[in-house]
């Protein structure tokens, strides 16, 4: 849900984030009191639902990580997708990822996972910085199997309050809607909130412990330890192979999602699930949202998704000369840098008919 209006979201946080910046040397500490009171970020993001809007009147500093976790998983959704006939292209339109998102494909299932697990991610560490007055360093209990002459309590990643804080903003979208039992709509926002569940458990599920040593001379006689959050591209590897292998769902007599496939194991609250096929990704259709593959380069060795067989959809491809800027003839200089020269190259590419 928070894609669906992350890069309208993101920059109306900026200019309204620049904006009480600007204040805060013009005013004295009662009137931007006055200022922040008075809500005006707010009050001009479009896009946020009832809660959602209260919940960014009562924590205004929360805001800009939102819109930064939101932006992470933008950037996670297109390197992972980027050898795939769906690349995770955003359009100019009022919803992100346009009509694509309206389809409850295994597309729109990841896509709501690696919002709700940017939100995490952001907001967890933006509370290990000190940045938010609501929530400090993680608390987490100390691990059982933490050897006794280790020290726990290094300042570490807030995972806690991130996960309940996502899970209150993120998903109040869907919780405020209400649809008749056993109907689309209501298939769609339980698979919503699925993904977004999924997408929070794997931030959880890999995060680990991480040590700093303490002793004369490096001799790690003493250790420092804290929760730390596993660096997003993995969080992204992670959520790109539960994509690969996503439930397909169906409502059941009750108003329930169930596996379409019996045969198959149920999906549990860290799978992603979807209830509609992808749409057909190699032509360009304004129904569906397709952009199509036409213009997208292609690898002519590859027999992989990025291969142009696969990604030209048969169609074929055009070959041409492009030249290429890349560092070369790098030297290290003691002490201690690398300096390297610009070299230009020409080389053959592959491009979609």
């Given at each position: 849900p ?5 890069e ?29 009171g008075a809500?005006p970020l707010?009050s ?6 009832q809660?959602?809007?209260?919940l ?6 929360h ?7 939101a932006?992470?998983?933008?950037r996670e ?7 795939r006939r769906?690349n ?5 339109n ?7 998102m309206?389809?409850?494909?295994r597309?729109?299932?990841f896509?709501y996972a690696i ?9 967890s560490?933006a ?6 007055s609501?929530c ?7 691990p059982k ?11 570490g990643?807030?995972l806690?309050?991130?996960?309940r ?6 998903d109040?979208r ?6 008749p039992?056993?109907?689309y ?9 699925h993904?977004?569940e999924?997408?929070?458990?794997t ?8 040590c700093k040593?303490h002793g004369?001379?490096g001799s790690?006689s003493l250790?420092?330890c804290w929760?730390q959050l596993?660096?997003?591209r993995?969080?992204g ?7 690969d292998?996503a439930?397909a ?10 596996q379409?496939h ?8 860290h799978d992603l699930?979807y ?6 990704y190699?032509?360009k ?7 199509g ?10 027999e ?12 074929g ?5 492009a030249?290429?800027v890349?560092r070369?003839?790098?030297?290290f200089?003691w ?7 610009r070299?230009t ?7 979609c008919?």
């Open positions: 928070l894609l669906l209006n992350s309208k979201l993101i920059r109306e946080i900026s200019c309204c984030r620049d904006w009480l910046e600007q204040k805060k040397t013009a005013f004295s500490v009662v009137s931007m009191a006055y200022i922040i809500q707010c001009q993001l479009v896009g946020l639902s809660g959602q809007k209260k960014c009147q009562l924590y205004q500093d805001m800009q990580y939102i819109g930064e976790g932006k992470t998983g933008i959704c297109q390197y992972q997708f980027r050898h769906w995770c292209s955003t359009v100019d009022s919803s992100v990822f346009g009509r694509v309206q389809i409850g494909s597309e729109t299932a896509t919002s709700a697990a940017g939100v995490v991610n952001a907001v560490r509370c290990r910085e000190g940045e938010l609501s400090g360093c993680s608390r987490a209990a100390r199997d933490l050897p006794r002459d280790w020290l726990w309590g290094g300042c990643d807030n806690n309050y991130g996960y804080f996502s899970k209150e903003f993120v109040a869907e919780r405020e809607k209400s649809y039992k056993g109907s709509e209501s298939a769609r926002l339980m698979m919503n909130l993904n977004n999924a997408g929070r458990r931030v959880s599920d890999l995060a680990h412990v991480s040593c004369v001379s790690c250790k420092t929760l596993a660096d997003f993995k969080v590897d992670a959520l790109k192979e539960k994509y292998s439930a769902m169906k409502l059941n007599s009750r108003g329930k999602l169930v379409m019996s045969k198959f194991n149920p999906p549990t609250s699930v209830i509609e096929s992808s749409p057909d190699c032509l259709n304004q129904s569906t949202g397709s952009l593959t036409v213009g997208r380069l292609c690898n002519k060795t590859s992989g998704m990025d291969g142009c067989e696969l990604m030209c959809c048969g169609r491809y055009d070959q041409y000369k030249q290429i890349e070369c003839h790098c030297k200089h002490c201690c840098y690398v300096k390297c020269k070299c190259k020409t080389v053959d590419q592959f491009v008919k």
